[in-house]
């Protein structure tokens, strides 16, 4: 692999199987089949995962030398554990001289419950035949501590043989041990509680199990994975011998997700299929919110982004503000400190920048991916500045603010020092070519920014998106920064929308196409590509109406509006391909995105066709969740949309936009905390959208309920309804 023209990390290389389990429990995840029975040597991607490198790679359980047939699975709506069931296939056992042979019905039911360093599991089999059994069985165990990126296809600079120790400390504990070249030691314990002795060794333990008629056995795990500096002396981690408290485990996480979701406001509509999205979006982001100092922080997705990504935790808060603003609080207090302080061309970091991702494990440690702490994007950081502007916004905190003013400094500072292109005063990023991202805007496949005859645009890149983040923040808070008193701040900030604002309109409008450029090279040449970049410009007052109005229809025409959503690019480009990850297929997010632009400039008719192909599209998706992204093809009777062979599922950004739809639909904003009524829009397909219980935080406390009916003469009417508390 050539470094230099190839980035390490575009998008997943691996098509996961539909039936496929995916759970997750703070910094672990765990993908197996309907089996329940882990077997990496057959599906490569299958495993227990912690902090970016799989801790068991095999979990598997054998009755006389064959793997029962699952019946059924019972938990894929419930992020933390699964109850299997399965049955073995039919076997006759004949007696020398008998005529008939006895008939052997066996069956196993299993309940695995994961928690944030391990998981525990309950295992039972019983003998349904009516006379006793004598049962070979084993359960195979295996531990290879392969680093995610190797497991997505990366190879290893200088791949060393993997020593993998083993050891058992007693007869129910077995410890699986590697050092890794980070100078981590990484340990596997696995404890079994079981009703009988059985032999073990580093590939598991084995049994014979006697049952009598309708007798069952049960068999108890429990596994920890742990990291240590260095090297230790032996673990008893996974010594204790008391039974796991699986209920209870599973009682606490269900209580954790009720008091989740009791946090957020009630929505009703006139659709109940709506409502259960709605519902699900809450439950999958809580899946993905995972305890940090400050709160809770959505990771990006399941299951190869299950970590922070700055910009996928930022567009999240915006999509969520208006709801619970707490998680945005939590968002900014957490991205900002790992605000960059300095120099560090290795990671792309520079002083006041937000970071782009953070990962563990051995590859990162080495410093063979450039990942661990990585500020490799350029959107981050007016994307945080444009969220902490609309945090205030949302809940009139003043305070939380001047409390933040050193990070919103630092990035300001950022932007001036680093970001800005002296020449153009545009927003720029220049490409990571020693291993890190090319192309590092949310686009960041290495070939989604060229020009209208395919060529990649040369560097250093102006992206047309990021220059309407900016202008979003240099608006905001120069009103913001005179209201705190920081008089200086406030002028300069608003001078630099000024000249921001003016150059944008002289070198990104194309009128031949009637909308803005994707993004203007390091030669100063525009790329004149129908993209969906051009609908975020929508965000900010960056455009004219007359050119917000273009740009709406643009987005909505044909070559760019599949039916189900806005593609990424447009069908007449040279690089569209509707099975891309950016050159033609539809994100919800970015979708969601575009239509508050929309919104903000009042385009009605242009709202309500993009809003009604979302809605539309929901239907045809698993679990009633938008996938990360789906096919651009055009929409056709009789068919949905089909989802990208890669998809991750959940994804932050790409549940919550279903709330970030929802808000613009309800016409709802705030300012200063106090909120107000817009213009809302229902699409043919709905009566009335309700949401109940919105608490405010602003000066006027208490909550607000939004009603929004089509009454009998067809128009639309919003109410408002505040109740003190």
């Given at each position: 692999?050539?470094?230099?023209?190839?980035?390490?990390?575009?998008?997943?290389?691996?098509?996961?199987?539909?039936?496929?389990?995916?759970?997750?429990?703070?910094?672990?995840f765990?993908?197996?089949?309907?089996?329940?029975?882990v077997?990496?040597?057959?599906?490569?991607?299958?495993?227990?995962?912690?902090?970016?490198?799989?801790?068991?790679?095999?979990?598997?359980?054998?009755?006389?030398?064959?793997?029962?047939?699952?019946?059924?699975?019972?938990?894929?709506?419930?992020?933390h554990?699964?109850?299997?069931?399965?049955?073995?296939?039919?076997?006759?056992?004949?007696?020398?001289?008998?005529?008939?042979?006895?008939?052997?019905?066996?069956?196993?039911?299993?309940?695995?419950?994961?928690?944030?360093?391990?998981?525990?599991?309950?295992?039972?089999?019983?003998?349904?035949?009516?006379?006793p059994?004598?049962?070979?069985?084993?359960?195979?165990?295996?531990?290879?501590?392969?680093?995610?990126?190797?497991?997505?296809?990366?190879?290893?600079?200088?791949?060393?043989?993997?020593?993998?120790?083993?050891l058992?400390?007693d007869?129910?504990?077995?410890?699986?041990?590697?050092?890794?070249?980070?100078?981590?030691?990484?340990?596997?314990s696995?404890?079994?509680?079981?009703?009988?002795e059985?032999?073990?060794?580093?590939s598991?333990?084995?049994?014979?199990?006697?049952?009598?008629?309708?007798?069952?056995?049960?068999?108890?795990?429990?596994?920890?994975?742990?990291?240590?500096?260095?090297?230790?002396?032996?673990?008893?981690?996974?010594?204790?011998?008391k039974?796991?408290?699986?209920?209870?485990?599973?009682?606490?996480?269900?209580?954790?997700?009720?008091?989740?979701?009791?946090?957020?406001?009630?929505?009703?509509?006139?659709?109940?299929?709506?409502?259960?999205?709605?519902?699900?979006?809450?439950?999958?982001?809580?899946?993905?919110?995972?305890?940090?100092?400050?709160?809770?922080?959505?990771?990006?997705?399941?299951?190869?982004?299950?970590t922070?990504?700055?910009?996928?935790?930022?567009?999240?808060?915006?999509?969520?503000?208006?709801?619970?603003?707490?998680?945005?609080?939590?968002?900014?207090?957490?991205?900002?400190?790992?605000?960059?302080?300095?120099?560090?061309?290795?990671?792309?970091?520079?002083?006041?920048?937000?970071?782009?991702?953070?990962?563990?494990?051995?590859?990162?440690?080495?410093?063979?991916?450039?990942?661990?702490?990585?500020?490799?994007?350029?959107?981050?950081?007016?994307?945080?500045?444009?969220?902490?502007?609309?945090?205030?916004?949302?809940?009139?905190?003043?305070?939380?603010?001047?409390?933040?003013?050193?990070?919103?400094?630092r990035?300001?500072?950022?932007?001036?020092?680093?970001?800005?292109?002296?020449?153009?005063?545009?927003?720029?990023?220049?490409?990571?070519m020693?291993?890190?991202?090319?192309?590092?805007?949310?686009?960041?496949?290495?070939?989604?920014?060229?020009?209208?005859?395919?060529?990649?645009?040369?560097?250093?890149?102006?992206?047309?998106?990021?220059?309407?983040y900016?202008?979003?923040?240099?608006?905001?808070?120069?009103?913001?920064?005179?209201?705190?008193?920081?008089?200086?701040?406030?002028?300069?900030?608003?001078?630099?929308?000024?000249?921001l604002?003016?150059?944008?309109?002289?070198?990104?409008?194309?009128?031949?196409?009637?909308?803005?450029?994707?993004?203007?090279?390091?030669?100063?040449?525009?790329?004149?590509?129908?993209?969906?970049?051009?609908?975020?410009?929508?965000?900010?007052?960056?455009?004219?109406a007359?050119?917000?109005?273009?740009?709406?229809k643009?987005?909505?025409?044909?070559?760019?509006?599949?039916?189900?959503g806005?593609?990424?690019?447009?069908?007449?480009?040279?690089?569209?391909?509707?099975?891309?990850?950016?050159?033609g297929?539809?994100?919800?997010?970015?979708?969601?995105?575009?239509?508050?632009?929309?919104?903000?400039?009042?385009?009605?008719?242009?709202?309500?066709?993009?809003?009604?192909?979302?809605?539309?599209?929901?239907?045809?998706?698993?679990?009633?969740?938008?996938?990360?992204?789906?096919?651009?093809?055009?929409?056709k009777?009789?068919?949905?949309?089909?989802?990208?062979p890669?998809?991750?599922?959940?994804?932050?950004?790409?549940?919550?936009?279903?709330?970030?739809?929802?808000?613009?639909?309800?016409?709802?904003?705030?300012?200063?905390?106090?909120?107000?009524?817009?213009?809302?829009?229902?699409?043919?397909?709905?009566?009335?959208?309700?949401?109940?219980?919105?608490?405010?935080?602003?000066?006027?406390?208490?909550?607000?309920?939004?009603?929004?009916?089509?009454?009998?003469?067809?128009?639309?009417?919003?109410?408002?309804?505040?109740?003190?508390?």
């Open positions: 692999m050539d470094r230099r023209t190839h980035p390490y990390e575009i998008h997943p290389l691996l098509v996961l199987d539909a039936t496929d389990s995916i759970f997750k429990a703070d910094d672990h765990a993908i197996w089949p309907p089996s329940g029975d077997e990496s040597e057959r599906i490569s991607y299958h495993g227990f995962f912690w902090h970016g490198m799989r801790y068991l790679s095999r979990w598997s359980v054998r009755l006389f030398g064959i793997q029962p047939v699952p019946l059924w699975a019972q938990g894929r709506k419930n992020p554990f699964e109850k299997i069931h399965r049955i073995m296939p039919i076997l006759t056992f004949q007696a020398p001289g008998e005529r008939y042979g006895q008939v052997l019905r066996l069956s196993m039911s299993q309940t695995r419950v994961l928690e944030a360093d391990g998981f525990s599991e309950k295992c039972s089999v019983e003998n349904r035949s009516p006379h059994v004598t049962v070979p069985m084993e359960w195979l165990v295996g531990a290879d501590f392969t680093d995610l990126f190797e497991i997505r296809g990366m190879p290893r600079e200088a791949p060393a043989p993997r020593v993998i120790e083993w058992m400390p007869p129910g504990l077995s410890l699986y041990r590697y050092q890794g070249a980070d100078g981590l030691m990484r340990e596997t696995v404890r079994l509680i079981a009703p009988a059985g032999k073990a060794d580093r598991g333990w084995s049994w014979t199990l006697d049952l009598g008629p309708e007798e069952n056995a049960t068999f108890f795990v429990r596994t920890r994975f742990r990291e240590i500096r260095g090297r230790t002396r032996i673990s008893m981690s996974g010594s204790i011998k039974v796991p408290d699986i209920e209870g485990v599973i009682a606490r996480r269900q209580r954790e997700t009720e008091d989740f979701s009791a946090f957020w406001p009630k929505i009703r509509s006139s659709d109940p299929f709506l409502d259960r999205c709605c519902r699900q979006a809450v439950e999958d982001l809580r899946v993905l919110c995972t305890p940090v100092r400050e709160g809770l922080i959505p990771y990006a997705g399941l299951p190869w982004f299950s922070v990504f700055g910009r996928d935790a930022l567009i999240t808060g915006l999509s969520t503000l208006w709801a619970v603003p707490e998680l945005s609080r939590t968002i900014l207090l957490f991205l900002g400190r790992l605000q960059a302080r300095v120099l560090d061309p290795k990671r792309a970091a520079e002083p006041g920048k937000i970071v782009h991702e953070m990962r563990t494990g051995e590859m990162a440690g080495t410093g063979e991916v450039p990942f661990g702490l990585y500020y490799g994007s350029v959107d981050s950081t007016p994307l945080y500045l444009m969220l902490a502007a609309r945090y205030v916004e949302r809940t009139g905190d003043y305070p939380f603010l001047e409390k933040l003013w050193p990070v919103i400094e990035a300001f500072s950022w932007i001036e020092r680093y970001g800005m292109d002296p020449e153009t005063g545009f927003l720029v990023y220049r490409g990571d020693d291993g890190g991202l090319i192309q590092q805007g949310w686009k960041d496949s290495g070939d989604s920014v060229f020009h209208a005859d395919g060529r990649l645009a040369a560097h250093p890149v102006a992206l047309c998106e990021v220059q309407s900016l202008h979003y923040a240099l608006t905001a808070f120069s009103h913001l920064g005179e209201r705190l008193g920081h008089g200086r701040f406030s002028e300069k900030t608003g001078q630099m929308a000024l000249r604002k003016k150059s944008f309109l002289s070198a990104f409008w194309v009128p031949r196409l009637r909308t803005f450029a994707l993004a203007l090279d390091g030669d100063g040449e525009a790329c004149k590509v129908h993209s969906s970049n051009a609908g975020h410009v929508l965000l900010s007052d960056l455009p004219t007359p050119m917000a109005r273009e740009v709406a643009n987005l909505l025409s044909d070559n760019l509006f599949s039916g189900w806005i593609r990424t690019i447009g069908k007449s480009e040279l690089r569209y391909d509707p099975v891309s990850y950016h050159n297929s539809v994100w919800p997010h970015d979708n969601a995105l575009i239509l508050s632009g929309l919104a903000r400039h009042r385009l009605s008719f242009e709202m309500e066709n993009l809003c009604e192909g979302f809605l539309d599209g929901l239907r045809f998706f698993r679990d009633q969740r938008p996938p990360e992204l789906y096919c651009g093809f055009d929409r009777n009789g068919e949905g949309p089909f989802a990208y890669t998809s991750c599922s959940p994804q932050a950004w790409s549940v919550t936009s279903l709330l970030m739809v929802l808000e613009t639909m309800s016409g709802l904003s705030f300012q200063s905390g106090h909120p107000r009524m817009g213009r809302p829009i229902l699409g043919p397909s709905l009566s009335s959208l309700h949401i109940e219980g919105i608490r405010l935080t602003g000066p006027t406390g208490g909550r607000a309920n939004v009603f929004v009916d089509r009454q009998e003469d067809g128009i639309v009417r919003p109410v408002m309804e505040i109740r003190k508390e």
